[in-house]
């Protein structure tokens, strides 16, 4: 555990906002509060939504790790997301029922389980507090009436929109040139906007006639836009003004950009205000398949499940992640993640022989070693320095190659460097440990039997059973005790 006098570490972050890579100060010392936008629960998550919480895991475990206390919020966005981000379209929650012929509100509890059972597979820490957009409609029409009150609101047709042209700095955070976008529609015009970048906060009159999720409102009985309830549930769960903001880059243009417009207008923030609603903006990149981003509505999506049923663990594609810059493109096949698996289970055996080597037979229990080690500070300096998660895993590649060191030590360095990657290393390594002692009469038997062989100097039946142990993947090892098995899984290839 870290030094709770010594201050956090230095910590650099892309900033969307801005977009360079900034120094973190937090809004207090010590202190981060984070929010990330969750899942929206119609149909299970993909792998590629799983980059992106991936990424915020790993900016919560670096933040940890340095120092920082950390208050981490995510939502459940169980109403209110419309086929697309800008207002058109279904609620796909209502769609996701219709599909499955159940409730909204069943898929909603389903869709959240699975996405936390797929979660917890890929070893993500369990936000501080995860808000259900449903249980939160108070809160979500206290701000629209604040809105309303600085004038920031209008009605028509029935819905609420936020007037962007109230809001001098709508379109910062994506670069957005109103006028362009205006000459340019590329957002779809509903005639009853004022502007096209306008959006919904509240629904009393649905493009759908069916939405089966409506509540009582000052505007009448109706449903919340998407954007009003991450505001709304962050700013609950959070300060009014908080540190880090996180999503995927789809959510720059339009979720985003409007979340930053309703919070700044209902927190009466200025064009030239140095103090924003959220200081920095963190977004991950997309997970690609052939060159295109996988989305569902692409049919490009593969899920964690599935890759649990074709043989895979959920952590090695956690590995295949980290293999890549949260800021680069990354192409997901089938070969990378058997690459990825292939580099885990050498970095497990690895871990394990340096157990057996230090004579530790649960290294899963071993301390973390804090920053005492070099290699443990110079994968936290990576980490720190824009979440560089490639060159953490060469840092820790490099530590468990080299023979320099005490093994003990180098398994704390280990446990330290994890504690960021959150591959689970040592856990992994005490199972391989223990499935490696796993006995096996058959094996037993024919270790007895070579033993046998050899003292009746019967070399070539002593050598017909080592190969066919060997072919059944047993190591033998000539002990002062008497001849001893292994499982050669659990060995890293130089030793085999
Ligand atoms: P959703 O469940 O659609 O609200 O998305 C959940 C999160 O996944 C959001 O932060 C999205 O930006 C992110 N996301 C969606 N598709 C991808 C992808 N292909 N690669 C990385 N992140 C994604
Ligand atoms: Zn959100």
Redesign the pocket.
Known sequence: MTDSAKPPGRFEIFNTLGRAVQQFVPRTEGVVQLY?????VYDY??I??F???ILVDVLRRTLDALGYQVRHVMNI?DVG?LASDADEGEDKMLAGARREGRTVWDIAQFYTDRFFADADALNILRPDVVAKATDHIDDMIALIRRLEAHGFTYVAGGNVFFDVARFSRYGELALLDRQQLQAGARISVDRSKRNPEDFGLWFTRSKFEDQAMIWDSPWGRGYPGWHIECSAMAMRYLAEQFDIH??????IPVHHTNEIAQAEAALGIEANDPQRWVNYWCH?????VNGA???KSKGNWVTIGQLQEDGYDALDYRYFVLGAHYRAHQNFTMRALDAARAARAGLVSRVAALARAAGIDAPGAVADGGHAHPAANEALAHAAHDLAMPRVLARLWQLVKSDSDDPECTLRAVAAIDRVLGLKLLQSAASALADDTRSDPDVDALVRERDEARRRRDFARADAIRTQLAAQGIELRDAATGTVWQRAAALPERDR
Not at 36 to 40: F, I, N, R, V, W
């Open positions: 990330a936008c969750g899942p929206t998550a993909t590629g939504n980059r992106t919480f966005t997301h996180c999503g995927g880059i789809d959510l991950g990149e997309f997970l690609l981003k996988m989305s």
